[in-house]
């Protein structure tokens, strides 16, 4: 929910969530062999087009992808809609434009093996209930519906006669759709599960950046500001999800099959790390750091949009506001960009800030170099892998030949 209804950033009308949800598909789809853009995959979803997330990821996927996005099934509070041909993207769009049910949805649009279900019928509320079950799809979105709707007693319906699963992949746009040991059984039966915690986290922190913005400015002034600051903040959402899905699915190819090394358990992982970091560079800041370092930190961890139009009011805002925000922007450029074994295995514990700040520092001054190689005479195939050994290890080397870094010891 936007902080500020009238004056916020609307959820509902930018599809800040929808947009990383998205992204983890794509990263998803790609790591299981399947190029959204260039071949056809199937999906089913639950939410309806009159809803947020679900909605918005329909005008996503039709952007992105066009006719390769086929919809086979989608189901809602007031019916079902399937087609194994693949939905009418040019009809769903016209249902979300307007927000309406799918008991809208122009049947004259479903072909021969088309079918719309009605929650006004017996069988339909049965048909309705299982699609989610029964439809055969690459992928399924759940983004609505009841918690838990997928339980421990009755996992086992996500699998077809053969024993094998209806979709081998799950992004959960929705939170708690499937309860946690049925998330366990599903994996143990093949399915790669994006956890709720990270599909749809973008939402989330798009509220946060909301609430800095509002925090620096006036209300007229962001009124004024707010379309240079949602596609800025768009842009930092779906670049930060293409992080976090890049590091899980890494994280997921070296994995020995246990659940730790599962996709929802590395999502785990990724919260754990990524609060244990913060929690130890917020502790340590102030002993390492004055107060005028921390707010330059603190302005760099703005959008560049945001930092120019009011970057210097951060004085002004509570010290342990401000000291909260620099330990999560230098913990998430610690865990996005190094990964989670640099992060839990090679930082002191008692270094932690001291370590993320030199980090940062280290990252300014690599990009430096890399602007430098990329505008010097140089051979062409010599200058980008200059460019990318410095964008993949420069940082930390830079940081492990420093006095303030000893790896912890094992």
């Known amino acids: 929910m936007s902080s500020k209804p009238l004056t916020g950033i609307n959820h509902k009308e930018y599809g800040v969530t929808s947009e990383g949800v998205c992204i983890f598909l794509d990263v998803a789809l790609r790591n299981m062999g ?16 009159s809803g947020d997330v679900a909605g918005n990821a329909i005008k996503i996927l039709k952007r992105d992808y066009g006719e390769n996005a086929k919809i086979v099934g989608i189901v809602d509070h007031k019916g079902c809609v399937e087609d194994p041909r693949g939905l009418s993207l040019t009809e769903l769009m016209r249902l979300v434009d307007h927000e309406l049910a799918l008991d809208n949805f122009d049947q004259s649009k479903l072909s021969s093996d088309g079918k719309y ?28 519906g009841l918690p838990n709707t997928i339980r421990t007693d009755n996992w086992e319906s996500f699998l077809n006669e053969d024993g094998k699963v209806s979709s081998p992949l ?34 989330v922190i798009c509220s946060a950046m909301e609430i800095i913005a509002h925090l620096l400015m ?42 730790e090394t599962s996709l929802p358990g590395i999502a785990e992982r990724i919260s754990r790390v990524m609060n244990y970091s913060s929690d130890h560079i917020s502790a340590q800041l102030t002993d390492c750091l004055d107060r005028q370092h921390i707010l330059e930190l ?8 945001l930092r120019e139009k009011a970057g210097d009011r951060l ?22 960009h190094e990964g989670l074994d640099y992060v839990e295995r090679s930082i ?26 990329s505008k010097a ?21 830079a940081v492990s030949r420093s006095r303030v870094f000893a790896p912890k010891a094992e």
């Open 117 to 144: 279900w009605s929650r006004d019928d017996p069988e339909g509320v049965v048909m309705c209930d299982s699609m989610h079950n029964r439809l055969q799809t690459d992928a399924f979105l759940p983004a609505g």
């Open 315 to 336: 004085g002004q805002l509570p010290p342990g506001y401000i000291i909260n925000m620099v330990a999560k922007h230098l913990s998430s450029q610690l865990v996005y």
């Open 34 to 49: 399947k190029d959204p853009t260039n071949r056809p995959f199937t999906l089913k979803m639950t939410g309806g087009t």
């Open 348 to 373: 002191p514990q008692d270094k932690f800030a001291l370590v993320a700040v030199q980090y940062a520092e280290e990252t300014k001054r690599v990009w430096d170099m890399v602007d430098a190689v």
């Open 170 to 203: 799950i992004v959960e746009a929705a939170n708690i759709f499937i309860e946690q040991q049925a998330r366990v059984k599903l994996t143990e039966n093949g399915v790669l599960i994006v956890k709720d915690s990270s599909a749809n986290k973008c939402g």
């Open 377 to 397: 005479d140089i051979a062409s195939g010599s200058k980008e892998e200059i460019v990318e050994l410095l964008r993949l290890g420069g940082p930390r080397i």
């Open 218 to 259: 006036t209300e007229d002034e962001f009124m004024a500001f707010r379309p240079t600051y949602v596609d800025d903040v768009l842009q930092h959402l779906r670049a930060l999800a293409s992080k976090e899905a890049t590091i899980m699915f890494d994280e997921y190819k070296k994995g020995d099959g246990t659940w």
């Open 298 to 305: 603190a302005s760099s961890a703005l959008l560049p949009s």
